[in-house]
């Protein structure tokens, strides 16, 4: 399909109206960029593609992703047309449980003060729903208070978590504001010094599993094997786990930024938990009974549908229409389900046809352009590239030329 022939598909199939769509061709409102950030000077632009294919717990969805990188779209719609026959992707979830942190330091008896605080959980929590009391309504706020002490260089830290469910925020802004609001009464407490009073981006508690099994009779028992050796490469050494992780975050961040969420926290998050025994891959695979491969993530996802930029953005609204999100939970698992499907692919393209024969076809066109092509002429030098098996800025040159060669000899004749 052509832009706009993928424009109507979506309007038709998501049910959008014209005020949907018109955010995703046209640049963003200066005004709303200037409600966002800082020395605002205008915007930058990101590609916003659709992933296709994917069902998750049952439901079908189309999946807004935005990122830079050719490639990563079609390798997600790629998985998920395999993860099919086997049912798709199951997730599971916990509550939006996150924590923050205060830090009390300068307290002469921690142990005393440490027990002093949570016989005190009552006063805290009052102290702290004040902060939010929107969040209270719709059914969170603090649940429980913790304590921990930390030896240090400095002096041992008392060090207070706050465990609040955030619901549908991403929590960032409730959790500092609870953070800051309970400080005072923390110090007072206990004859301490509170210094860092923050969200912990290591959203242990709130985590979100997604699950899919790819047949052998589609992906092959070749690719299968392939496939558990390179786990296994990364299971046992950082250098290709980072990478491993960096595929399976391609696909999250893309819907983290599709969605207006914060991809940062996700990052942190991310790699904090495949930290917590050894960095670890994200994402495990094993051999069913019947031979076939069965992928699954479990990890924490910190993402909103109400609030910051998932308001203010008017992509970031499209985007969740488009998916029918109704739940920070759902699109957290359509997350997990997206970051399986794309380290999925990663491993089967490098094990079997590799990972470049796909990523250089689609990225042959940027090569183009670097090498000077308009973009009239970028898809005829992208073709030629893609035709003759070599993209590369220089051969995209030499073709750039022969087709300028040709048309003035053309317009001569
Ligand atoms: C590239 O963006 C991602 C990969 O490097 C991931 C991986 O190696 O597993 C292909």
Redesign the pocket.
């Known amino acids: 399909m052509n832009l706009s022939q993928r424009l109507g598909k979506i309007k038709d199939m998501a049910r959008l109206d014209d005020k949907d769509i018109e955010p995703l061709s046209s640049d963003m409102d200066i005004k709303i960029a200037e409600m966002m950030s800082e020395n605002i000077i205008g915007t930058i632009k990101l590609p916003v593609g659709i992933a296709t294919n994917f069902l998750i717990d049952g439901k079908d969805y189309l999946i807004p992703m935005s990122i830079e990188?050719p490639s990563?779209v079609a390798a997600a719609s790629h998985a998920a047309k395999l993860a099919r026959p086997g049912g798709g992707f199951k997730t599971s979830y916990t509550p939006s449980i996150m924590i923050g942190q205060i830090q009390l330091m300068d307290i002469k008896e921690p142990a005393k003060s440490m027990k002093a605080i949570l016989s005190k959980t009552a006063e805290i929590k009052k102290h702290a729903n004040h902060q939010d009391s929107v969040m209270v309504k719709l059914g969170g706020g603090l649940i429980d208070v913790e304590v921990r002490d930390i030896p240090s260089s400095r002096g041992a830290l008392v060090i207070v978590h706050l465990i609040v469910d955030v619901k549908d925020a991403m929590g960032a802004n409730c959790v500092n504001s609870m953070c800051e609001g309970v400080a005072p009464f923390l110090e007072k407490l206990t004859g301490g010094r509170s210094v860092l009073k923050i969200i912990s981006n290591l959203s242990d508690r709130r985590l979100v599993k997604a699950e899919a099994t790819w047949k052998k009779e589609l992906i092959g028992e070749d690719v299968i094997e392939g496939i558990l050796d390179a786990y296994e490469f990364a299971k046992v050494d950082p250098y290709r786990c980072a990478?491993?992780n960096?595929?399976v975050m391609?696909g999250i961040d893309a819907v983290a930024i599709a969605t207006g969420n914060d991809f940062r926290a996700l990052e942190a998050g991310a790699h904090a938990y495949a930290a917590r025994d050894g960095y670890k891959p994200l994402a495990t695979y094993k051999k069913n009974r019947d031979g076939d491969i069965t992928g699954s993530i479990e990890m924490p996802i910190s993402v909103g549908i109400v609030g910051g930029a998932t308001k203010t953005n008017p992509v970031a609204k499209t985007s969740l229409k488009i998916m029918g999100i109704e739940s920070a939970h759902e699109l957290a698992s359509v997350m997990a389900s997206v970051g399986l499907a794309n380290?999925f692919a990663?491993?089967r393209?490098?094990v079997s046809e590799g990972?470049q024969k796909g990523h250089m076809r689609l990225h042959a066109k940027n090569i183009a352009m670097s090498a000077g092509a308009s973009e009239n002429e970028a898809s005829d030098v992208a073709k030629k590239m893609v035709e003759k098996g070599d993209i590369s800025v220089s051969r995209a040159k030499e073709i750039l030329e022969n087709i300028r060669k040709n048309k003035s000899f053309n317009k001569v004749r």
Do not use: R, Y
Request: hydrophobic share 45%; net charge neutral.
């Open positions: 990188e990563v990478t491993n960096k595929g391609n380290n990663a491993l393209a490098m990972i």
